[in-house]
């Protein structure tokens, strides 16, 4: 499904050069659950984005379903994102003009579904994240949690193949992460494949696949899968991120 | 997903009343203004007559001696004499020609109930109406055997019609200009025009006739113009008569010269004629000179459009122009402010065509609503113009081409406006504001 090769992002601000990601390669088959864990600022997000085609990365090399991303022109990234790629932001990024069903509605706006099937649709992610009854409503009227859940809707309304989920649980309490997580597992059963960023290490261990992220690079630690506790994980992180 | 654009644009002019009042009301004074002038300058440059304009023509004869000089560009002067109106009217030649002059009469129907009232009136031979193409409500022209015979008729206008009679067929009764009675044989639908084409001479922007009278009826009567008369030679002339036979140009005058072949022939004909007056002591000059111009020409060569004019409805543009980058300034910070949102949008799919047509489509919402209070505006300049200002009465009207030209061209200028701003905002990244937040 997913093959970076190399690939390396440089942010450039002012004088200052950061290297979000240094020679970063991963491979995530089709159907994969991949959970992401790494300290802040280690470049999560940044990989997260490239992935989802949000950013131009700055060397390497990265096909998405066979198709050499770095040769796409803007609309052709703008295609694939409306048609494969589902987004949880770490921010909830709502706008906040729109109430929580047009919220939903932006990406099925932008891949042409009529509105009938749109209306289906919406309702039924709306009610899978516990909101139904609050279609109406703008973002500012609802809880940080209760955002999160809408965010979540609307990366879940377009039937994405390619999930990508960043934080997605953040801001949620430990009942209703899980609610999320087996909302997640559900979609991923149904063969979407997932890539989530998380800090709870409960959460990530329920994903069949873990890696980390440690300045800018990948640990693979599908070696250590459902064995290390929250200790033994810091440890490995440690070691390496030395090895770095 | 037109609508869903202008829904946006409907949320969006919500969200920021204020500036989006100021857009639309940068708009609306700019169009406003520029629609007061460009309505003025319409109604003055429109073609009078469009479907003959190109037919009908004005001759002028250079009539002076060698050595003269006329006040014109091109030294001709812009009318006839009287001698040569009726040569050219009386020659043998098979086309709707027609002298005419301007003057006036008390109307009255010599009976105490109706008081009398001043009415300019104009002097013409038959062919003029055809010439022009005037409709008439009740009868006709006269008949040439009337106007050859001196007959006392008269064609009234509507108006007249309408106070004098009530508006019922009166063709057949008399009335009485001045001291004559008159048998009306014909009353002609009013003569709405912006522009008074046919006789430039005494005001372009002058109200029509309400009466016409045979040309013959002049000697007679000693009618008198009520228009310009001017002269280049030193003449003893007395009295009417004199006048008659002068060398002083009064009479306006028109030919309907319906193809190249018979302006041609009309023009070896006015070269033949000026070189038989010259056996009787007139046209002492090396060349023989003359000019043919029709309608648009004639309107043209008299600068019935002027200088300031063009003049005004430049300096409105350069006004609406003014507005447009103050919009620009507006929408840039407002397009820009929403740069977050966009990247969200273009996260979720959409194209950069996407957010364009999104934001022209706010654009144009604000430029149509600028162009419609531009309007009203207009309106009200327009209207400040007619009760300021008799002359131009007529002309501070916007006709139906008007009205559509002010949403369009305000949507021009919004678009001026928005294009830069829309452009910008399309090409935010989709990743750069979400890290944040
Ligand atoms: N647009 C940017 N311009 C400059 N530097 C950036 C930009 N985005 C990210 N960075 C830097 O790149 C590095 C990786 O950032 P990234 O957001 O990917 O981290 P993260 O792993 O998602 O962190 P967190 O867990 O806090 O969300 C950080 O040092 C960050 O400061
Ligand atoms: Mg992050």
């Known amino acids: 499904m997913l093959t970076m090769n190399n690939v390396s992002k440089i942010y450039q601000t002012n004088s200052v050069q950061t290297h979000a990601l240094r020679d970063f390669s991963l491979t995530v088959n089709e159907g994969e659950f991949i959970a992401v864990t790494g300290p802040s600022g280690s470049g999560k997000t940044t990989f997260l984005n490239i992935a989802g085609l949000l950013e131009p990365f700055t060397s390497g090399q990265y096909t998405l379903d066979g198709v050499d991303i770095g040769g796409l022109s803007d609309n052709q990234t703008a295609d694939l994102r409306n048609q494969k790629i589902g987004y949880i932001f770490q921010g909830f990024n709502l706008i906040p003009d729109l109430n929580l069903y047009e919220n939903v509605e932006v990406p099925l706006r932008y891949r042409g579904i009529a509105a009938k099937e749109r209306k289906i649709r919406i309702e039924q992610c709306l009610e899978q994240v516990g909101l139904a009854s609050r279609a109406k409503h703008l973002p500012q009227q609802l809880s940080g949690g209760q955002q999160q859940r809408v965010a979540i809707a609307r990366a879940l309304a377009g039937k994405p193949r390619f999930l990508l989920a960043d934080e997605p649980t953040g801001n949620l309490d430990s009942l209703m992460a899980r609610q999320v997580m087996e909302l997640l597992e559900e979609i991923n059963k149904n063969g979407a494949t997932i890539v989530m960023v998380t800090h709870d290490a409960e959460l990530a261990r329920r994903a069949p696949r873990n890696i980390q992220v440690v300045d800018g690079q990948l640990a693979d630690f599908t070696l250590y899968q459902g064995k290390p506790t929250l200790a033994a994980t810091r440890d490995n992180e440690t070691v390496v991120a030395s090895g770095v | ?437």
């Open chain 2, 1 to 437: 997903m037109f609508l869903h654009y202008i829904d946006l644009s409907w949320r969006s002019i919500k969200r920021t009343p204020v500036i989006s009042f100021l857009m639309v009301f940068a708009i609306a004074i700019g169009i406003g203004l520029t629609m007061t002038s460009l309505s003025v300058y319409h109604m003055m440059s429109m073609d009078p007559i469009p479907h003959k304009s190109g037919n009908i023509f004005y001759p002028q004869l250079n009539i002076m001696d060698d050595g003269n000089e006329w006040h014109s560009s091109d030294n001709l002067p812009y009318q006839l004499t009287y001698q040569d109106a009726i040569n050219l009217y009386n020659a043998d030649i098979p086309v709707l020609k027609s002298p005419s002059f301007r003057s006036g009469f008390s109307v009255h129907l010599n009976s105490p109930e109706v008081k009398p009232t001043m009415e300019p009136a104009r002097l013409v031979n038959r062919e003029f109406f055809t010439i022009f193409d005037r409709p008439f409500v009740y009868g006709a022209p006269w008949s040439r055997d009337s106007q050859d015979t001196h007959e006392y008729v008269v064609v009234i206008s509507e108006k007249i019609n309408d106070r004098l009679f009530a508006g019922k067929n009166s063709v057949g009764q008399h009335i009485y200009l001045d001291n004559n009675s008159y048998r009306i044989v014909g009353v002609s639908a009013n003569w709405e025009h912006h522009v008074k084409y046919y006789d430039v001479n005494n005001g372009a922007f002058n109200v029509a006739e309400q009466l016409y009278i045979p040309f013959s009826i002049a000697p007679l009567e000693e009618i008198g113009t009520w228009g310009n008369m001017n002269g280049w030679k030193h003449e003893n002339s007395k009295g009417y008569q004199g006048l008659l036979a002068s060398e002083r140009v009064w009479i306006q005058f028109w030919a309907q010269l319906n193809t190249m072949q018979e302006k041609q022939q009309f023009g070896d004909y006015l070269i033949s004629y000026m070189d038989d007056q010259r056996e009787k002591g007139r046209f002492n000059r090396e060349v023989l000179e003359f000019k043919l111009r029709n309608v648009t020409e004639w309107l043209e060569y008299n600068k019935v459009v002027s200088e300031d004019n063009r003049i005004l409805v430049g300096l409105s543009f350069m006004f609406l122009l003014v507005c447009v980058s103050n919009i620009l300034g507006l929408l840039l910070a407002k397009f820009l402010k929403r740069a977050p949102e966009v990247g969200v949008r273009r996260a979720l799919g959409a194209s950069k065509r996407h957010i364009f047509a999104q934001h022209i489509v706010e654009v144009s919402v604000i430029g149509l609503a600028g162009g419609l209070l531009g309007i009203a505006i207009a309106q009200l300049g327009l209207w400040g113009v007619r009760v300021t200002n008799s002359y131009y009465g007529a002309l501070a009207n916007m006709d139906v081409s008007m009205l559509l030209t002010a949403p369009i061209i305000a949507l021009t200028a919004s678009f001026l406006a928005g294009i830069y701003p829309a452009w910008l905002v399309c090409r935010t990244q989709p990743a750069i504001y979400l890290k944040s937040q």
